[in-house]
């Protein structure tokens, strides 16, 4: 498998043959996004069982947001997340989860990803 992370990882030139030939080598690609780039970003990759894209959420929208410190960053990733689906695309939630973060909240959370169709990674959030 190879994981593609970044801020956005359709941006770069090129990016669109680098992944047509790991999939074409039958490697499974992992496209860690946090912006969610698999609405129209995505044209340069098509649908395959071997790509699939993972969009960072650390929780329901409030959450997300009090983390991201950006207002709209979690509807927008939601958002994507329903158009990459539309097309084709396998899509996952990778979550950091941080001390004091309530598992009521988490659990919710879950069930969220579940009506959303998604499944989800998990890590720790390690305080510095």
Do not use: W
């Not at 992944?19 to 992992?30: D, H, I, N, P, Q």
């Not at 001390?99 to 579940?114: Q, R």
């Not at 998604?118 to 390690?126: E, K």
Request: one cysteine or more; hydrophobic letters at 40%.
């Amino acid at each position: 498998m190879v994981a593609i992370p970044g801020g956005e990882p359709l941006n770069p030139q090129g990016i669109g043959e680098i992944v047509r030939g790991l999939v074409a080598r039958k490697k499974f690609v992992s496209l860690c996004t946090k912006r969610a780039a698999a609405g129209k970003e995505a044209r340069p990759v098509r649908a395959s069982p071997y790509l699939f894209f993972s969009v960072h959420l650390d929780g329901l929208k409030d959450h997300t947001t009090r983390r991201s410190r950006k207002r709209a960053c979690f509807d927008r990733a939601v958002s994507a997340i329903k158009a990459a689906k539309a097309k084709g695309f396998t899509v996952n939630v990778n979550a950091t989860i941080f001390d004091g973060h309530a598992a009521e909240e988490i659990a919710k959370f879950l069930d969220f990803t579940t009506e959303l169709g998604v499944g989800v990674s998990m890590s720790p959030g390690y305080a510095l």
